[in-house]
């Protein structure tokens, strides 16, 4: 434990000194994004653009996060064990990619929709059944949701079939 600490904590020091716009914390055995971490970096939130916390055991990402890195673009949050975002994730006005591939979604979370610069959803490997598909057409930038290697109901699969104007990219089934 003592190791993923001080792994954490040489990630955001370098984040900090070298003026970075990004912040890597993959791998690190978070169960949650350290509160600590809000004040260290308190002075630079605005500047970072890239988070990612893939590959770590984080079963929720707090409003927090989101009103804190509120000039983010791209998230990365594949392969923890997440059910759900905050409502506040809808108001992520710079947010341009998502990946929550792997997690424990059941249910597609609806906020992204609400995200008028999201181009790429990825939400492979996830337990959803349904897809706002009429949502998802209403944004503006979206271009690509993967849905890949989830149980998705046969309505959802039959619409799914449909032409949209972003790429869906799907478990074939031939």
Known sequence: MAEAVAKVARRINATVEEGKDTLDLSNCQLISFPDGVFKVLRTVSENIRVITL???EM???SSKF????????ELDL??????KLPDIVGEMEHLTSINLANNSFSVFPDKLTEIATLEKIDLEGNGVTEIPLEKLSAMPTLKFLNVKSNPLDSNTQ???????????MLTSES
């Open 78 to 83: 594949q392969g923890n064990v997440l059910t």
């Open 59 to 61: 079963k929720a990402i």
């Open 66 to 73: 989101f009103s804190t890195f509120t000039q983010l673009r």
């Open 158 to 168: 039959s619409a799914l079939k449909c032409p949209y104007k972003f790429d869906i």
């Open 54 to 56: 893939a590959d770590n």
